[in-house]
């Protein structure tokens, strides 16, 4: 079953005899403006011997035999292809990046083993932090396919993740560009602030209940709409914005929140010097479902356009 996903993958991604380590290249794969020169490739970084005697038993006996004998030994293939990227700047739309995925196929896969997410990158458009959580979940979702064959299942999530992270994370970038320039950092107890936060998905009901009490702890009020995907809206004084964003990335000084260095899921940052700007219930912060009703009470609220942009991913209206 693994030679024939193997073979499956070549075509659809082309077989590629190009195999340097994506963390020693000198970067030729991609131009000045970081857009790929090549089509997405496919290909065996080790154990190519043994993989090419395995497809020669393969061609002449048949699965049968196959099965019987010795199974595939532990292989290590490499992915390439492009990314296309949905940026919220009209000049940008349609542009690309060329990522890289590298998986560890362990002897026994797919039956009695899962595959194994060993490395990613995409060249200078993702930092090692953002790289690292991505195949932390991945491995993740591998371990809930054991049995199936997993690569394109990985693949696929593995260019979403890395499409939403680079948007998140340009649009952090952004948002911190707007923070008013002369407010000294003595003053941040007399201003205000609202965060929008983006993950892929809030579904853990003891995760949505740690989130809920957060923010009231903080006095923070807004919305947690939780399930695919999950959007987190706070808004209250700017340093308890801040301390909830820092509880979300999760450090050793304060436990719980998403993990790992989930910072550049903060897609949008608003500070406001007056108490008045609020717009959202004072001191109230509830859940729901469903995305058309947190969009519903941004309306009333007066946050349609903050709501198209750091969710939905367009301008609004007036910008």
């Known amino acids: 079953r693994a030679i024939h996903e193997i073979d499956a993958l070549e075509v659809i991604y082309g077989h590629d005899g190009h195999h340097e380590d994506p963390e020693e290249n000198n970067g030729n794969d991609w131009d000045d403006n970081n857009h790929p020169n090549r ?30 004998s010795e199974t595939p030994p532990e292989m290590l293939v490499e992915i390439q292809t492009p990314i296309a990227l949905d940026r919220v700047e009209d000049h940008h739309q349609g542009s690309t990046v060329r990522a890289r995925l590298r998986i560890r196929l362990p002897r026994g896969y797919p039956e009695h083993a899962c595959a194994v997410v060993c490395s990613l990158s995409a060249h200078k458009a993702l930092k090692r932090p953002t790289c690292d959580e991505i195949i932390s979940t991945l491995n993740d979702k591998s371990k809930t396919l054991l049995g199936a064959e997993a690569m394109m299942d990985l693949i696929e999530t593995a260019k979403t993740m890395i499409a939403d992270c680079i948007v998140a994370q340009e649009e952090k970038e952004q948002a911190q560009e707007h923070l008013p320039a002369d407010e000294p950092i003595e003053n941040a107890n007399s201003l205000f602030g609202r965060r929008w936060i983006w993950v892929h998905h809030i579904t853990n009901l003891d995760r949505r209940k740690d989130i809920v009490k957060e923010a009231r702890n903080l006095k923070l009020s807004g919305f947690l709409k939780y399930g695919y995907p999950g959007v987190i809206v706070i808004e ?84």
């Open 39 to 68: 089509l997405s490739s496919f290909s065996v970084v080790s154990n190519q011997d043994d993989l090419d005697k395995a497809r020669a038993i393969l061609q002449e006996a048949g699965d049968e035999i196959v099965q019987q």
């Open 236 to 319: 209250g004084a700017f340093t308890n914005c801040e301390e909830f964003v820092i509880w979300v990335k999760g450090n050793k000084s304060r436990p719980g929140g998403f993990g790992r260095n989930w910072g550049h899921h903060v897609r949008g940052e608003i500070n406001f010097g007056t108490e008045s700007s609020l717009k959202l219930v004072p001191s109230t912060f509830e859940e729901l479902e469903e995305l058309s009703v947190l969009s519903s009470l941004c309306k009333d609220c007066g946050l349609q356009d903050e709501f198209l942009e750091f969710v939905m991913q367009h301008r609004g209206s007036s910008s």
